[in-house]
């Protein structure tokens, strides 16, 4: 089982930026796809955007095309999410998650699992 642990969720102003870091633990960290999911309240969980164990990246073009950039290094166990640009519809708790040793992830949480615990960013007008 992957352990994960988000940080760097907070409140900040309608335009700012944020990186989120996901650090994991228990496995082996560069065969694994991640991914970042968010849940605004009253939502459902969305998804927000991916990078596969052997790099390239997805994204919800929708919501955060042009925005949120996703990264890892393997070397420390962490992927980021780097969210620029932010708007009050940015506001959720997001969450980080792990798909199975080299397989596929994308936009589907059946992809997934493992999930931290979430963070939550506040973006205010």
């Known amino acids: 089982q992957v352990l994960l642990e988000e940080s760097g969720g907070g409140l900040v102003q309608a335009g700012g930026s944020l990186r989120l870091s996901c650090a994991a633990s228990?496995?082996?960290?560069?065969?694994?796809?991640m991914g970042w999911f968010r849940q605004a309240p009253g939502k459902e969980r969305e998804f927000v955007a991916a990078?596969?164990?052997?790099?390239?990246?997805?994204y919800n073009t929708d919501s955060v095309k042009g925005r949120f950039t996703i990264s890892r290094d393997n070397a420390k166990n962490t992927v980021y999410l780097q969210m620029n640009s932010l708007k009050p519809d940015d506001t959720a708790v997001y969450y980080c998650?792990?798909?199975?040793?080299?397989?596929?992830?994308?936009?589907?949480?059946?992809?997934?699992?493992?999930w931290g615990q979430g963070t939550q960013v506040t973006v205010s007008s």
């Open positions: 998650a792990a798909g199975r040793p080299f397989a596929v992830v994308g936009q589907r949480q059946s992809d997934y699992t493992s």
């Open positions: 228990g496995g082996t960290f560069g065969w694994l796809g």
């Open positions: 990078i596969p164990s052997r790099g390239g990246s997805s």
